[in-house]
């Protein structure tokens, strides 16, 4: 698209119904709500697709049941996603193996094209490589935005805008505060190596510097998504180097070639943003809370709030009730509090030597000691 077509593409509408930023599974599953609603819907996403992204690809029950709900039950399949049935899980050269419920891997890459091109089927317009910022204004029926594509830039008025917008920067109406505490995401594709070719088995290296997740994904690659600290990379002096020791300190085997592989980072993981919401304007997905992931729970968590977040909005469309962005962080909360809070513990209780130690030791004799937690993660109704 050139700088005319995106230009013709932003102003074909003298005021879009709603302005969705960002299209990951919260934008694409947000704009294709919409859409099928009847309303005009403009998705903006800074990238172009595909796009890689830091993540181990892995939806599990929960993400499951959201695309079950939307009827895109089957896209994980036709996406080439692997099915997985069990967790190797490694730490200090001990290794338990638990079975973890529905869960497929898929990478973003592939995954995340392919339900934004079921919101461009439902109608939405999709903006790519395209920054959208909100705009102060007292105007009480509309919204505005400032679009930019390299040199150019646009303001677009809309009736709503959900942002969707992940670990990026938030829009000034909003702050984010990352736990001091909180990790950072390292994510890498490879090839298949040796070790990792058994199909069906999601890895997992847990140690005092962080975790490594490696999923099979489509086409026989390994997706591998590491969550650490962000002292102990500046220490391993690299991505490639830092995994390494994580893996060998566990157990797992080892890769030959990860310190050639293309590496990308995210900030901080753990975050709160305030407040929810403001004029005409929800946030959702990990761009409103995101909690350190363990096995994926986050896509689950991301699309379901991308679903009841339109449901509210909605309702706002033609005359915005003040009150819906604090309508809406009660509903968030009643629906995921406490399961990132247990997601949250889980990781917290894993920086523990000793408690991962005692865990695996108790999970090598009765995995089943797992199921009751996989089930509280796996399902948010």
């Known amino acids: ?84 049935q069990r967790m190797r899980l490694a730490s200090g050269g001990s290794i338990a193996e638990i079975e973890i419920g529905r869960r497929i891997a898929v990478s973003r890459q ?20 395209t920054t959208g910022s909100l705009q102060l204004s007292s105007d009480s029926d509309s919204r505005s935005v400032m679009l930019r594509r390299r040199e150019k830039a646009i303001v677009v008025r809309t009736k709503a805008v959900m942002v969707a917008t992940g670990l990026s920067p938030c829009p000034p109406d909003f702050l984010a505060r990352a736990s001091p505490k909180s990790r950072i995401g390292l994510g890498a594709t490879l090839e298949h190596s040796l070790g990792y070719e058994e199909s069906g088995v999601l890895h997992m290296a847990c140690g005092a510097e962080g975790y490594v997740g490696i999923a099979p994904v489509e086409e026989g690659r390994l997706d591998i998504a590491a969550a650490v600290d962000p002292a102990a990379l500046a220490a391993a002096g690299s991505p490639g180097k830092l995994v390494s020791n994580i893996l060998s300190d566990s157990g797992l085997p080892m890769f030959a070639d990860l310190g050639a592989a293309n590496w990308r980072g995210t900030p901080l993981l753990t975050r709160q943003t305030k407040p929810f919401g403001s004029n005409r304007c929800l946030i959702v997905g990990d761009a409103a809370r995101y909690v350190e992931p363990f096995t994926g729970e986050g ?3 991301a699309m379901r709030s991308a679903v009841l977040a339109c449901a509210l909005m909605t309702k706002g469309l033609d005359e915005w009730d003040a009150g819906l962005p604090d309508r809406w962080r009660k509903l968030h909360d009643q629906t995921f509090s406490q399961h ?13 030597k000793t408690i991962r130690s005692v865990a695996l030791w108790s999970l090598r004799r009765v995995p089943h000691l797992a199921r009751p937690v996989v089930r509280r993660l796996d399902h948010l109704h």
């Open 1 to 84: 698209m050139d700088d005319n077509e995106w230009l013709k593409l932003v102003t074909r509408q003298d005021s879009w119904d709603v302005v969705v930023l960002g299209a990951g599974p919260a934008g694409a599953i947000a704009a294709r709500q919409f859409a099928h609603q009847g309303h005009c819907v403009l998705l903006v996403e800074k990238s172009q697709f595909p796009r890689f992204k830091v993540c181990g690809g892995c939806l599990g029950g929960a993400a499951l049941d959201v695309l079950e709900d939307l009827g895109l039950g089957d896209l994980p399949t036709k996406c080439g996603g692997v099915p997985l």
């Open 110 to 129: 592939t995954f995340d094209a392919a339900l934004v091109e079921e919101a461009i089927h439902s109608g939405t317009f999709l903006c790519s490589e």
């Open 299 to 301: 896509i689950g968590w």
């Open 340 to 352: 990132q809070r247990q997601c949250r513990l889980i990781v917290q209780l894993m920086r523990s």
